[in-house]
C-alpha cells in the first residue's frame, strides 16, 4: 500500500498460494426432517413410543412455525430432569397449549411441590368432588326449602 500523496510506501502484504479459495457453503443443504425426526425418536426412547409421539404432535399444533425449536427446547428440559413423572407429562399433554417454557415451569413446580412434602397425587380432588373453594358457591341459586 502507498501513501497517495507521497507515494511513499506504507505497508506489504505477502500474496500465499491457496488463501482466498471459495468454498462451497453446503449449510443450507441440511436435512431439516432428519434432525425433526432425530428429536422425535429421543422423545419416544424417553418417554415411550405412545407419550413421546403425543407430545410431539401436540408441540406442532401449539407452534408449528417454532416446531424444531420447541423440539430441542424440550429435550434440553427432559434431559436436564433426573426423575421424570410419565403420569404428569401426559395430564399436561391433554392441556390446550404446552411449550417447551411451561414444561420447564411445571417441572419445576412439581420439584418444588415434592421438596416441600406434597404429593401431587395427594393433590387431586378424588372425581365427582368440587373444589374446597368453589364449595359454597355450589349452593347458590338452590331453594333451601
Given at each position: 500500500?502507498?501513501?497517495?500523496?507521497?507515494?511513499?510506501?506504507?505497508?506489504?502484504?505477502?500474496?500465499?498460494?491457496g488463501k482466498g479459495r471459495t468454498r462451497c457453503n453446503e449449510?443450507?443443504?441440511?436435512?431439516?426432517?432428519?434432525?425433526?425426526?432425530?428429536?422425535?425418536?429421543?422423545?419416544?426412547?424417553?418417554l415411550?413410543?405412545?407419550?413421546?409421539?403425543?407430545?410431539?404432535t401436540y408441540l406442532r399444533t401449539t407452534m408449528p412455525r417454532h416446531y424444531k425449536n420447541q423440539l430441542a427446547g424440550t429435550k434440553r428440559?427432559?434431559?436436564?430432569?433426573?426423575?421424570?413423572?410419565?403420569a404428569l407429562i401426559?395430564?399436561?399433554?391433554?392441556?390446550?397449549?404446552?411449550?417447551a417454557g411451561m414444561l420447564k415451569e411445571r417441572l419445576e413446580a412439581t420439584r418444588q411441590a415434592r421438596a416441600r412434602g406434597r404429593d401431587p397425587a395427594d393433590a387431586a380432588p378424588a372425581?365427582?368432588?368440587?373444589?374446597?373453594?368453589?364449595?359454597p358457591s355450589a349452593r347458590l341459586g338452590r331453594s333451601s326449602g
Open positions: 500500500m502507498h501513501n497517495l500523496e507521497s507515494g511513499e510506501e506504507i505497508a506489504t502484504h505477502e500474496l500465499h498460494l449449510n443450507h443443504y441440511r436435512y431439516h426432517r432428519q434432525r425433526e425426526a432425530d428429536l422425535e425418536q429421543a422423545f419416544a426412547r424417553r415411550g413410543e405412545p407419550l413421546g409421539r403425543q407430545l410431539c428440559v427432559l434431559e436436564a430432569e433426573p426423575e421424570l413423572d410419565r401426559t395430564g399436561w399433554v391433554m392441556r390446550e397449549r404446552l411449550t372425581a365427582g368432588s368440587m373444589p374446597s373453594d368453589l364449595t
